[in-house]
């Protein structure tokens, strides 16, 4: 017996989005570094705005950032930097959320990794880890979502990853429903049928 396209399809969906959000949580680890490098390019950033300091151009920036972060009064509340600086600075708690987020989303799509792996091989486990890991991811990005677009405001990192968030949900269910709604016979085992 074949294994079913259906099969293929989800098990290299499982394995692609696995492997990219275990690269993201990977890096997410290392959050720290990559916030003291926007700082460290934020500081230059700042002094070259300093030396074209064109009135101008600073408006543009203005207005540019008004869109960007949806306060209609940047320009009198805040300077062009600190707006830039509000938009891209983390709190040490998110820091710290972040952080012990990705260590749980190493385990969970490591495991979904694997269940995208098994799906394309004929086990009993097959199907019931591929549908709990989905749930489980499903789950754990909406309390993910939830928490860390809290901690992250109402800027730019916030739109970002909600719409991350969001599109990963679109495709785990995708992928439920495609592995519910397929034709298991094929991994069905005879009681005297081993695996």
């Known amino acids: ?76 509340n805040k300077s062009f930097e600190e707006t830039i600086e509000s938009m891209i600075e983390l709190s040490e708690e998110t820091i710290e959320l972040t952080i012990t987020y990705a260590y749980i989303g190493l385990i969970i799509y490591l495991i979904y990794t694997l269940s995208g792996i098994l799906l394309m091989v004929r086990t009993r486990v097959s199907i019931p880890l591929a549908i709990g890991i989905l749930i489980i991811s499903i789950a754990f990005v909406l309390i993910q979502s939830f928490v860390l677009t809290e901690h992250y405001g109402s800027g730019l990192i916030a739109r970002f990853a909600k719409g991350g968030y969001y599109f990963g949900i679109l495709l785990d269910v995708i992928i439920l429903i495609i592995i519910l709604a397929g034709n298991k016979s094929y991994y069905k085992f005879l009681p005297d049928e081993e695996e």
């Open 1 to 76: 017996m074949k294994i079913p396209t259906w099969a293929y399809v989800a098990g290299i969906w499982m394995i692609l989005i696995g492997g990219c959000s275990l690269l993201s949580d990977y890096h997410s680890i290392n959050i720290r570094e990559i916030n003291q490098t926007q700082q460290a390019l934020m500081q230059g950033f700042t002094k070259s705005m300093e030396t074209e300091n064109d009135s101008i151009s600073r408006a543009k920036m203005n207005s540019t950032l008004t869109i960007l972060t949806g306060e209609k009064d940047t320009t009198q």
